[in-house]
Nanobody, 123 residues
Framework: QVQLVESGGGLVQAGGSLRLSCAAS????????MGWFRQAPGKEREFVAA???????TYYADSVSGRFTISRDNKNTVYLEMNSLKPDDTAVYYC?????????????????WGQGTQVTVSS
């Protein structure tokens, strides 16, 4: 069974940092781009960041560019380093594996999804 499992979420004060991890099991995603999305209450799921299959290309949403960093290792794990967090970053964060090798911004380009991890930023 293919699974993506996120971890590292929690409660943090504004200006703080968190590091999310996404571990894959059941198959390797070394040939897939990976992405992070988030969904706040009452809002649609939105793109946060994506990384190509070899890690050489990354895309970020304008709202997180310069504060968040996506990375991946060779052990089927993807990370999202989040700095200078703001209350607007509060959401459930989802990891996803893309259908192809290049980073994509839309949910329709992703075939596998994790269950999500809650990030809450207090003011």
């Amino acid at each position: 069974q293919v699974q993506l499992v996120e971890s590292g979420g929690g409660l943090v004060q504004a200006g703080g940092s968190l590091r999310l991890s996404c571990a894959a099991s059941g198959r390797t995603f070394s040939s897939n781009a990976m992405g992070w999305f988030r969904q706040a209450p009452g809002k649609e799921r939105e793109f946060v960041a994506a990384i190509s299959w070899r890690g050489g290309r990354t895309y970020y949403a304008d709202s997180v560019s310069g504060r968040f960093t996506i990375s991946r290792d060779n052990k089927n794990t993807v990370y999202l380093e989040m700095n200078s967090l703001k209350p607007d970053d509060t959401a459930v964060y989802y990891c996803a594996a893309a259908r192809g090798t290049q980073p994509m911004r839309t949910i329709y380009d992703y075939a596998y999804w994790g269950q999500g991890t809650q990030v809450t930023v207090s003011s």
